[in-house]
């Protein structure tokens, strides 16, 4: 089926660990997003690619790094996880031209210890 | 800047009852407006948009009305149902310059459907 797809579904890390989460989508998108997910605080931006070869910090970029590898992927890097990067992390994708809003991806739910 | 704000929950329902859950916004220029569902353990998807002002949305017997003079975007069921369980969350997006703007959200609101 036509989507987003994350890997992993699950991961546990050590404080200080690195890792990072892939993303990929099918749906010939330009523009691509990473959201963490976190009790009573909805869903935050971290970092977006408007298209190929773009990426900028959205509303909590700090401790992430991000590549934009080809039209189809995005990936999001932890250099050195934190407790506080715990939380549940959604890959979106979107046509920057229409309105019609995001597709998620199922997410990532990590945690750090 | 562009902010979402909608009811917190949780809200507790019986089946068949009436649901409203309200969204207002505030944004700059002409939004888009949207409403997305997330299930026990899926990602969010899309449950229905409104582009401009008076639009109404529906979609599985949801419905919303984008009202400019009020800023808000009110979801609303006739009847719910325990399947409807699940957390939903009121999004705008600006549109300007031919592309389509971040996506920002609101915090959620959970919805339990009591049999």
């Known amino acids: 089926n036509a989507g987003v797809t994350q890997t992993p579904k699950f991961q546990v890390l050590k404080t200080g660990q690195s890792m990072t989460l892939q993303c990929a989508q099918d749906?010939?998108?330009?523009?691509m997003y990473w959201y963490r997910q976190d009790p009573g605080m909805g869903l935050r931006l971290i970092y977006y690619?408007?298209?190929?070869?773009?990426?900028d910090k959205g509303e909590v970029p700090n401790g992430y790094n991000v590549s934009r590898l080809n039209k189809r992927e995005f990936s999001l890097r932890l250099e050195s996880a934190a407790p506080s990067q715990t939380s549940v992390y959604f890959c979106?994708?979107?046509?920057?031209?229409?309105?019609?809003?995001?597709?998620f991806g199922s997410g990532t739910r990590l945690t750090v210890v | 800047g562009n902010s979402v704000t909608q009811m917190e929950g949780p809200v507790t329902l019986s089946e068949e009852a009436f649901l409203t859950i309200n969204c207002t916004y505030t944004?700059?220029?002409?939004?888009?407006l949207f409403w997305y569902v997330q299930y026990p353990g899926e990602g969010l998807q899309l449950l229905l948009k409104?582009?401009?002002?008076?639009d109404k949305g529906s979609n599985k017997g949801f419905e919303a009305t984008y009202r400019k003079e009020t800023t808000s975007f009110h979801l609303e069921k006739g009847s719910v149902q325990v399947s409807d369980s699940a957390v939903y969350f009121c999004a705008l997006s600006e549109y300007y310059g031919g592309s389509q703007g971040n996506l920002i959200f609101g915090k959620g609101t959970k919805l339990s459907v009591k049999p």
């Open positions: 944004a700059t220029g002409y939004p888009s």
């Open positions: 690619s408007a298209s190929e070869g773009t990426t």
């Open positions: 749906m010939n998108h330009n523009s």
């Open positions: 409104a582009t401009k002002a008076d």
């Open positions: 979106a994708s979107s046509e920057a031209r229409d309105r019609y809003g995001y597709t």
